[in-house]
């Protein structure tokens, strides 16, 4: 069976676990990471020299790493047409946002969800948090605007590109602190929420 590694509370074992959900492969998810360890084992940086999860390990040995890169393949083989788009030009939307998500959203808020959720109060630095909330407040401006007039990152229906866009809007709209109210982004959040994949995936409270 294929195997997932990686602890769930990842965003990018999240993704995967999600999009290999949506396309109805069966597989192990084996935790790692943090805590659990594993991930820097000589063993496991064969697979993948990063030691980073997630990382996918199909049947035959065959391994991918980088999350975007693994909900990519699993689309592409089992969901052509539905979760991967055969339209360049829709494609091109779900990727965009993708690669937004990593590269922009994330990286602008991700020291206020470090300090907020995984760092004790008395440790936090506030001041860090503060400037990371107004970063992250632009690009959920992005997000929001862009929903406005799409019902979904790639347009008319759900595709891959809105699974690490949710993921990452879940962080942000679970965050304990102030935010500005996103009305089309917190619309398509509740929707894609209710996606039966989901279930067991985007944990509240975060972790
Ligand atoms: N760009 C990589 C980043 C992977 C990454 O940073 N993984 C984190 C968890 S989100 C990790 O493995 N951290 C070490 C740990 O959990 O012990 C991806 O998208 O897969």
Not at 57 to 69: K, R
Not at 131 to 158: C, K, P, S, T, W
Not at 175 to 197: D, F, G, H, K, S
Request: glycine fraction near 8%.
């Amino acid at each position: 069976m294929m195997k997932i590694w990686g602890r769930i509370s990842s965003i990018n074992v999240q993704k995967v676990v999600w999009c290999a959900g949506e396309v109805g492969i069966p597989f192990e998810r084996i935790d790692a990471g943090l805590a659990f360890g594993i991930n820097n084992t000589p063993e496991f940086k064969e697979k993948n020299p990063n030691g980073l999860v997630p990382l996918l390990e199909e049947d035959d040995g065959w391994t991918l790493w980088e999350s975007n890169a693994i909900v990519r393949y699993l689309a592409a083989r089992h969901s052509a047409g539905n979760l991967w788009p055969e339209d360049p030009r829709e494609r091109a939307l779900s990727d965009r946002w993708m690669d937004w998500q990593t590269t922009a959203f994330a990286p602008a808020f991700i020291p206020a969800f470090m300090g907020l959720v995984r760092t004790p109060p008395e440790k936090r630095d506030q001041a860090a948090i503060d400037a990371a909330m107004q970063r992250g407040e632009g690009f959920a401006a992005i997000l929001d605007q862009h929903l406005g007039g799409n019902a979904y990152v790639g347009g008319e229906r759900f595709t891959m590109g809105d699974i690490p866009a949710a993921c990452i809007a879940h962080r942000w709209l679970n965050m304990p602190a102030e935010r500005t109210p996103r009305p089309n982004m917190e619309r398509w959040y509740r929707e894609v929420l209710a996606r039966p994949a989901v279930a067991g995936v985007l944990t509240a409270p975060l972790a």
